[in-house]
């Protein structure tokens, strides 16, 4: 299946096909700034998979951490789209929001639940992590 989706003033567009690999929901501190405080939504595609169709996304990497994700966003309204996550070679982690239909996420698991505020909510169903499953 494919999907598409853009960043909130159009400037950026971009289209993905399946698989999805994995729906998260993550509490860390990090995602909450770039949230706006809630969990952060997101699903892990396949680089290969995803293309830009219209516009040149931004890149911001912090240079004072180890191994940064490098993020991706638009330069006009700010809106962040996906993520390069080192631990995650070949993988991106793009923001649910910015799918034009976003009806069908189901969160896989929650991570990062140590950081985990006291109103975040995670689905009594799905397993949720300190962190991550393999740390
Ligand atoms: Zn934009
Ligand atoms: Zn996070």
Redesign the pocket.
Known sequence: MSHTG???????EYEFDDPIHAQLLCHCRECRYLSGGSSNTSIVISEDKFRITK?TPGTFKRDDIEKPRIRHF??????HIFVKSPPRPGMLVLKIGTLDDHSWFKPSSAIYCIDQQPFHLIPDNIPSFKKTPSS
């Open positions: 853009r960043c909130y003033c159009g400037e950026i516009g638009c330069c006009k309204c700010g809106t």
